[in-house]
């Protein structure tokens, strides 16, 4: 019996203490009253970033609707993928780039200006000529990698805002 009790009371003060700190399971997060129903706009509504946000926001329950003046709007005006040099081979070639995968979106609420933010996502990426064809599939599934993570940012950030 004493075993059980104390099992029991240790049990309940370890979920006590990450409650306590914020801990949270990944991709849960609680969405605000005022956005539960939501328009999405998108500059190409058929881009895998606009499905992503999509699939996130239907996840965390927020239904989507037309557009409606008086109804939040998630806005997403651009996404851009750069590519820059990190290093190079001693032949000149490069052998290192850096991914940097950005998108600006906004938040616009019923009589309120837009808010605008931003989400950036650097991957680093090794090229190596000798292996063209699997490293352009090794691009690709990085660059899908980060259009989920920019979505999850996305997400992430709706959970933080409040209509003023």
């Known amino acids: ?8 009371a240790l049990i309940a003060a370890v ?4 409650s306590g700190c914020g801990f949270k399971l990944q991709r849960s997060y609680s969405i605000p009253a005022s956005l539960e129903q939501l328009h999405l706009s998108s500059t190409d509504k058929y ?3 606009s499905r992503l946000v999509a699939d996130r926001l239907r996840v965390n329950r927020i239904s989507l609707i037309d557009a409606d003046e ?8 651009s996404d851009t ?3 820059s040099t990190l290093s190079l ?9 850096e991914l940097i995968y950005h ?7 019923y009589q309120q200006d837009p808010q605008e933010f931003d989400v950036e996502i650097r991957r680093d990426y090794q090229d190596d000529p000798r292996t063209a064809l699997a490293k352009s599939r090794e691009m690709e599934l990085l660059v899908k990698e980060m259009r989920i993570q920019a979505a999850d940012n996305i997400i992430q950030t709706l959970s933080s805002i409040e209509a003023n």
Not at 15 to 18: E, G, Q, S
Not at 89 to 97: D, I, L, R, S
Not at 103 to 109: D, L, M, N, P, R
């Open 70 to 77: 008086k109804q939040p709007t998630l806005r997403l005006i």
């Open 1 to 8: 019996m004493p075993l059980k009790s104390t099992s029991l």
């Open 103 to 109: 998108v600006h979106f906004s938040v616009t609420f």
């Open 47 to 49: 881009s895998e970033l």
């Open 89 to 97: 081979y001693p032949t000149g070639n490069v052998a290192e780039y």
């Open 15 to 18: 979920l006590l203490m990450t």
């Open 81 to 83: 993928l750069e590519r």
